[in-house]
């Protein structure tokens, strides 16, 4: 809730695959555009102007608002966070994954999926299904957003389980561990605006 977006902004409409290009290039570390953000004063924060990103809660005192980035931004929201919103003019659930051998067998623009389903699922139903994901050689992104899940014995199991699925990879767990969560450490180009109107803002 503290990033929000301004009411003058057009809504999320990006597609699922446009999504998948998105996580395709933070995956691979390709620069994928600035974000522009506009710091609030005490003064903007109160006003009536501003959204939350796709599925997020409203927050009720904003700290930066998207001028330039919010179909990234919502992208990633939405992958990560799990909302129990559909994805924006569908009426199905999205969920994107990492093709582990897609990744690893040197197909970088291939290495995102997705699915969809008629209803929400939690990162629980992901964990679940662990063996069948190794089979499929997918991992899911949304549990990239669960770092108690990160720091367990249980991810650590699933690494262990993908490199010795795919022993003709001679991959090593770290390895896999490193370029799945590269991801989290991604770094946008980022501007910031400071102490600046309404108006300036608009011009």
């Not at 006003?47 to 700290?63: C, N």
């Not at 991959?171 to 946008?188: P, Q």
């Amino acid at each position: 809730g503290e990033y929000v977006i301004p009411h003058f902004q057009r809504d999320f409409d990006w597609h699922p695959n446009m999504v998948a290009d998105l996580f395709e290039s933070i995956l691979h570390n390709r620069y994928a555009g600035t974000i522009l953000l506009w710091n609030l004063e005490n003064i903007e924060r109160e006003l009536k102007m501003w959204d939350p990103l796709w599925g997020a809660e409203k927050g009720e005192k904003p700290t930066k608002a998207i001028l330039d980035g919010q179909q990234r931004l919502s992208s990633i929201y939405y992958a990560l966070g799990l909302p129990k919103k559909p994805f924006p003019n569908k009426t199905m659930y999205y969920y994107f994954y990492i093709d582990l051998d897609q990744l690893f067998s040197g197909n970088e623009d291939e290495s995102i999926t997705y699915d969809y389903f008629k209803s929400p699922q939690k990162l629980e139903y992901f964990k679940k299904n662990k063996e069948r994901f190794i089979k499929e050689n997918k991992f899911p992104i949304c549990l990239l957003s669960d770092k108690e899940f990160l720091d367990s014995e249980e991810y650590q199991d699933w690494l262990n389980k993908y490199v010795n699925y795919r022993k003709d990879l001679e991959l090593t767990a770290l390895s896999v561990a490193k370029k799945i969560e590269g991801i989290l450490n991604y770094n946008f180009l980022t501007e910031t605006l400071e102490k600046k109107e309404v108006k300036e803002i608009c011009t």
